[in-house]
C-alpha cells in the first residue's frame, strides 16, 4: 500500500540560520581548484551518466598582433594625462624662473641706457694725439653714416637673423648647441646682437646662468624699447674692438688710421671678426690670426648675400690693411702718470676731456729710441734688463718720459714710482751744502782711507790720491772726500740741502747719505738737478699745461705762471756747474759731450753694481738715465759711466739739434772751450774761459797726488763710477 510505503527521502526536519544558508550549496568541477592530473569527474543521476562539461576555450589573441582599440585609447590617455602634467609644471618652473630672474634685474621703469664713461685724450706740445685713455675711445657715429657693408659684416657672421627675431634665437641657439655637440667644446655661440648688446651695457662677463638668464630678459626689453636699427646702432658703437678701442669709430681709427665711415670691405670684415676675441685677434698683434679671421667674415658676407663672390674674392686676394703696430708704446707711461695726478688737478672726471701736456713727441721718440737700442745692443753683456729716462726743461716742464724698456710687457714705471740708490749721483747736494757753507772748488780735501764708527767707505779702485780740491774730488767722484764733506757740514744739513732742491723722498741722515744709500725716483731726482742748470730757482716736474673739454668752451685747469723761488745762491750755481763741467771733461763721464754747448752732471752707480745712474744738463735741457734690473739683482759692473752715458749722449746730442747754443748758468765758457785749455783744439767762434782763472784740471794735476801707481789711477778713468 501506498499509505505504508516509506518515502525514499525520508522526512526533512526544518533547518534554521548558517545551516540553512548552507544546505543547497553544491560546488561543480568548475569551482574546485584546478591541480595537476585532476580529471573532471561526472555525477552520476537516476537518469543515468551525465556527460562531462567541456573545458573553457582559450582566448585567442587578435589577428596580426593588434592590440584592441580599447587599450591603444588608454595608452594615449595617459601620455596625454602625463604630458599636461609636466607641461603644467613645465610652465611653472618658467615662471618662477622669469619672476625670479625680473627680481634680480634693476627696475625696468628706471632702466636706461647707460651713458659711455668719459675718455681721456692725452696730446702733446705739437696738438698731436699721444694716447687715450678711458673705456670708450670713439666718438659716437650714425647707423646712416656708415657704408652699409660695415654693419652687414656684423650681420653675417654674429646673428643672420638679426632682423627677423625678437631679440633670441631659439633656431640659433638650437644650431650652436648642435654644432657645440659636435665639437664637443664651445664652437659656436648662440647669443644674439641685442644679446651681446644687453650684456655689454648692463652685465658683467661672468659666464654663469644667472647672467645668460638675465642677458635674455634685457635682450627682451631692449627689442621692446628700442628699434631694429637703433639696437644695431648702439651695439656698433659699444662693442669692443681690442687694444683699447671701443666702437666702430675708435677700432677703425686704432687700427687702419681712418673713420669708419671710409673702411674697405676687407677692413669692416676684419673689425667685425675681432668681436669674436678682441685681444687675441687685434690686429696690431696678431696680424695672421685677424686676416683668416676677416675672410671667414667675407666668406660669410656673401653667403648672406651682402656682397657677390667676386667681391669676397677679391677682397682676400688684396686684403687693404693698414694695420699700425703696436710699438713699445712708452708714451703710456706718461698717459699713466697723468691719470695718477688727474683727480687732484679737475676731481671727478664726467665729461670727455682733453689734456694738453709738455711732452715733445719727437723727443719722446727719440728717447724711447736711446733706451731700446742701448738695452738691445748691450743688455746681456752686462746683464741689464731695463731701464729708464726723464727729460725736462730747466723749469720743470717734462719732455719726454721712458718709464721701460717695453710698456705692453710691464707698465710698471721705473722713472716715476721705482725708487733705487742713486749712488754718487747724490754727491752734487753734499757738494753744494759745503760750498754754502764757505768752501770753493779750489778748497783742498784729503783723499785717504777713512773710519767712521767702524764703517770705512773705499773709492770705487780701492785707491787715494791725497790732496785734491773739490772739483777733483768731484769730478773722479772720490768717496772718501764725499764722505769726509758730509760729516763736516752735517748729514742733516745735506739732507735739507736735497729737500729744498727737490728731492722728496725720506733721507736717512747719517754718513752714507755722502754715498747716495737713501732711494729716490729717477724724475725727482732729475727735477732737484734743475736749479743747476736754471740759476737756482726751484722746480716741480710737472707734465700737465692745460686740461680742456673736447669742444674746448671750457677749460678745467692751466698751469698757474708762478715765479719760482730762488733756492740757490746764483753764486753758489756757478761754482757747481764748474765743478759738474768738469765730470764730463777729465771725470767719471767723458763719453758725454755734446758739440758747441756747455754740459755738465754727476754719474752714479749703486753698492754691487745694481743701478748705473746718470744725470747732466744743458742750459736747454736736463736729462737722467737709469739702468738696472727690476729685481735688484747685481749687474755686470755697469757703471755710471758707461751705458747710462752713451744713452744720454745719443739722446742729447739728438735733442740738441737745432737749438740755439747757450750756456750754464754763471758759466762764461762752453764745453769745447773747457777741452781746448785741456789741451785740445779751440773751436772758432767760442770765447776762451775765464771761470775761476785757472786751467782745467788735467790727469797731471791729480796723478802725481795718487798713492796706487798708474794702474789704478787707469782703471779709474776707464771704468769711472
Known amino acids: 500500500m501506498a499509505w505504508g510505503r516509506k518515502k525514499s527521502g525520508g522526512r526533512r526536519e526544518p533547518m534554521f540560520g548558517l545551516a540553512a544558508s548552507l544546505s543547497e550549496l553544491r560546488l561543480g568541477p568548475q569551482d574546485r581548484v584546478a591541480v595537476a592530473n585532476d580529471r573532471p569527474k561526472t555525477r552520476a543521476s537516476k537518469t543515468g551518466a551525465r556527460a562531462a562539461e567541456p573545458p573553457p576555450r582559450e582566448r585567442k589573441p587578435p589577428a596580426g598582433g593588434k592590440r584592441k582599440p580599447a587599450r591603444a585609447r588608454g595608452v594615449v590617455f595617459r601620455l596625454c594625462y602625463w604630458g599636461a602634467v609636466l607641461g603644467l609644471w613645465a610652465g611653472i618652473a618658467l615662471v618662477g624662473v622669469v619672476v625670479?630672474?625680473?627680481?634680480?634685474?634693476?627696475?625696468?621703469?628706471?632702466?636706461?641706457?647707460?651713458?659711455?664713461?668719459?675718455?681721456?685724450?692725452?696730446?702733446?706740445?705739437?696738438?698731436?694725439?699721444?694716447?687715450?685713455?678711458?673705456?670708450?675711445?670713439?666718438?659716437?657715429?650714425?647707423?646712416?653714416?656708415?657704408?652699409?657693408?660695415?654693419?652687414?659684416?656684423?650681420?653675417?657672421i654674429e646673428d643672420r637673423r638679426f632682423y627677423s627675431h625678437m631679440g633670441i634665437d631659439p633656431l640659433g641657439i638650437a644650431r650652436a648647441a648642435v654644432?657645440?655637440?659636435?665639437?664637443?667644446?664651445?664652437?659656436?655661440?648662440?647669443?644674439?646682437?641685442?644679446?651681446?648688446?644687453?650684456?655689454?651695457?648692463?652685465?658683467?662677463?661672468?659666464?654663469?646662468?644667472?647672467?645668460?638668464?638675465?642677458?635674455?630678459?634685457?635682450?627682451?626689453?631692449?627689442?621692446?624699447?628700442?628699434?631694429?636699427?637703433?639696437?644695431?646702432?648702439?651695439?656698433?658703437n659699444r662693442v669692443y674692438f681690442g687694444s683699447g678701442a671701443y666702437g666702430v669709430e675708435a677700432a677703425a681709427q686704432r687700427y687702419f688710421g681712418k673713420p669708419a665711415k671710409n673702411v674697405t670691405v676687407a677692413e669692416a670684415a676684419m673689425l667685425a671678426g675681432l668681436v669674436k676675441s678682441p685681444s687675441r685677434l687685434a690686429p696690431n698683434r696678431n696680424p695672421e690670426g685677424a686676416e683668416k679671421r676677416?675672410?671667414?667674415?667675407?666668406?660669410?658676407?656673401?653667403?648672406?648675400?651682402?656682397?657677390?663672390?667676386?667681391?669676397?674674392?677679391?677682397?682676400?686676394?688684396?686684403?687693404?690693411?693698414?694695420?699700425?703696430?703696436?710699438?713699445?708704446?712708452?708714451?703710456?707711461?706718461?698717459?699713466?702718470?697723468?691719470?695718477?695726478?688727474?683727480?687732484?688737478?679737475?676731481?671727478?672726471?664726467?665729461?670727455?676731456?682733453?689734456?694738453?701736456?709738455?711732452?715733445?713727441?719727437?723727443?719722446?721718440?727719440?728717447?724711447?729710441?736711446?733706451?731700446?737700442?742701448?738695452?738691445?745692443?748691450?743688455?746681456?753683456?752686462?746683464?741689464?734688463?731695463?731701464?729708464?729716462?726723464?727729460?725736462?726743461?730747466?723749469?720743470?716742464?717734462?719732455?719726454?718720459?721712458v718709464g721701460g724698456r717695453n710698456y705692453a710687457e710691464s707698465q710698471y714705471n721705473r722713472a716715476v714710482t721705482a725708487?733705487?740708490?742713486?749712488?754718487?749721483?747724490?754727491?752734487?747736494?753734499?757738494?753744494?751744502?759745503?760750498?754754502?757753507?764757505?768752501?770753493t772748488p779750489e778748497t783742498i780735501r784729503q783723499d785717504a782711507p777713512l773710519d767712521v764708527k767702524g764703517w770705512k767707505p773705499e773709492n770705487y779702485s780701492h785707491e787715494y790720491f791725497g790732496a785734491v780740491t773739490l772739483t777733483q774730488a768731484l769730478s773722479l767722484s772720490l768717496n772718501t772726500v764725499a764722505v769726509r764733506l758730509a760729516l763736516e757740514v752735517g748729514p742733516k744739513n745735506v739732507a735739507r740741502t736735497a729737500y729744498r732742491l727737490g728731492i722728496s723722498s725720506k733721507l736717512d741722515a747719517n754718513a752714507s747719505i755722502a754715498?747716495?744709500?737713501?732711494?729716490?725716483?729717477?724724475?725727482?731726482?732729475?727735477?732737484?738737478?734743475?736749479?743747476?742748470?736754471?740759476?737756482?730757482?726751484?722746480?716741480?716736474?710737472?707734465?700737465?699745461?692745460?686740461?680742456?673739454?673736447?669742444?674746448?668752451?671750457?677749460?678745467?685747469?692751466?698751469?698757474?705762471?708762478?715765479?719760482?723761488?730762488?733756492?740757490?745762491?746764483?753764486?753758489?750755481?756757478?761754482?757747481?756747474?764748474?765743478?759738474?763741467?768738469?765730470?764730463?771733461?777729465?771725470?767719471?763721464?767723458?763719453?758725454?759731450?755734446?758739440?758747441?754747448?756747455?754740459?755738465?752732471?754727476?754719474?752714479?752707480?749703486?753698492?754691487?753694481?745694481?743701478?748705473?745712474?746718470?744725470?747732466?744738463?744743458?742750459?736747454?735741457?736736463?736729462?737722467?738715465?737709469?739702468?738696472?734690473?727690476?729685481?735688484?739683482?747685481?749687474?755686470?759692473?755697469?757703471?755710471?759711466?758707461?751705458?747710462?752715458?752713451?744713452?744720454?749722449?745719443?739722446?742729447?746730442?739728438?735733442?740738441?739739434?737745432g737749438v740755439p747754443v747757450a750756456a750754464l748758468p754763471g758759466s762764461q765758457a762752453g764745453f769745447f772751450t773747457n777741452v781746448a785749455q785741456a789741451g785740445s783744439p779751440t773751436v772758432p767762434g767760442v770765447a776762451p774761459a775765464s771761470g775761476a782763472n785757472r786751467p782745467a784740471p788735467t790727469r797731471a794735476a791729480v796723478r802725481p797726488e795718487a798713492a796706487s801707481g798708474l794702474d789704478g789711477w787707469l782703471m779709474e778713468r776707464l771704468f769711472g763710477r
Open 179 to 236: 654644432a657645440n655637440l659636435m665639437h664637443r667644446g664651445v664652437s659656436q655661440g648662440g647669443s644674439t646682437l641685442t644679446q651681446q648688446l644687453a650684456k655689454n651695457l648692463f652685465l658683467t662677463q661672468e659666464r654663469t646662468m644667472q647672467r645668460k638668464l638675465q642677458e635674455v630678459g634685457l635682450a627682451l626689453w631692449l627689442e621692446r624699447k628700442h628699434s631694429k636699427n637703433e639696437i644695431l646702432e648702439l651695439y656698433l
Open 515 to 657: 754715498l747716495g744709500t737713501s732711494e729716490v725716483s729717477l724724475t725727482e731726482l732729475v727735477g732737484a738737478y734743475a736749479p743747476f742748470a736754471n740759476g737756482g730757482r726751484g722746480v716741480a716736474p710737472h707734465v700737465v699745461n692745460r686740461i680742456r673739454t673736447v669742444d674746448g668752451n671750457k677749460v678745467l685747469y692751466a698751469r698757474p705762471r708762478s715765479e719760482p723761488d730762488q733756492v740757490v745762491a746764483p753764486r753758489h750755481v756757478a761754482m757747481m756747474n764748474t765743478m759738474m763741467q768738469e765730470t764730463l771733461l777729465s771725470g767719471t763721464a767723458r763719453k758725454a759731450e755734446i758739440p758747441g754747448w756747455s754740459a755738465a752732471g754727476k754719474t752714479g752707480t749703486s753698492q754691487d753694481f745694481r743701478d748705473a745712474w746718470f744725470i747732466g744738463y744743458t742750459s736747454s735741457l736736463v736729462t737722467g738715465v737709469w739702468l738696472g734690473n727690476d729685481d735688484n739683482s747685481p749687474t755686470k759692473k755697469a757703471t755710471g759711466g758707461g751705458l747710462p752715458v752713451e744713452v744720454w749722449t745719443r739722446f742729447m746730442r739728438t735733442a740738441h739739434q
Open 419 to 439: 725708487k733705487r740708490q742713486p749712488g754718487s749721483a747724490f754727491k752734487p747736494f753734499v757738494y753744494l751744502t759745503a760750498i754754502e757753507a764757505g768752501l
Open 294 to 401: 676677416a675672410q671667414t667674415v667675407l666668406a660669410a658676407m656673401a653667403d648672406a648675400r651682402f656682397i657677390t663672390d667676386a667681391q669676397a674674392q677679391a677682397s682676400i686676394a688684396q686684403p687693404s690693411f693698414n694695420v699700425k703696430a703696436a710699438g713699445a708704446g712708452t708714451v703710456n707711461y706718461v698717459a699713466d702718470w697723468i691719470g695718477e695726478v688727474l683727480d687732484d688737478l679737475v676731481g671727478q672726471i664726467d665729461q670727455n676731456i682733453v689734456v694738453e701736456t709738455s711732452i715733445d713727441p719727437k723727443l719722446q721718440a727719440i728717447a724711447e729710441a736711446s733706451v731700446i737700442d742701448e738695452l738691445a745692443a748691450k743688455s746681456v753683456k752686462f746683464n741689464v734688463s731695463q731701464g729708464a729716462l726723464v727729460a725736462m726743461t730747466p723749469d720743470g716742464a717734462v719732455r719726454a718720459m
Open 100 to 156: 625670479w630672474v625680473g627680481a634680480h634685474l634693476p627696475a625696468i621703469q628706471s632702466l636706461e641706457i647707460p651713458k659711455r664713461p668719459p675718455t681721456i685724450q692725452v696730446v702733446g706740445l705739437d696738438g698731436s694725439v699721444l694716447a687715450t685713455r678711458g673705456e670708450m675711445a670713439g666718438a659716437n657715429v650714425a647707423l646712416k653714416d656708415l657704408p652699409p657693408y660695415l654693419p652687414q659684416a656684423f650681420i653675417a
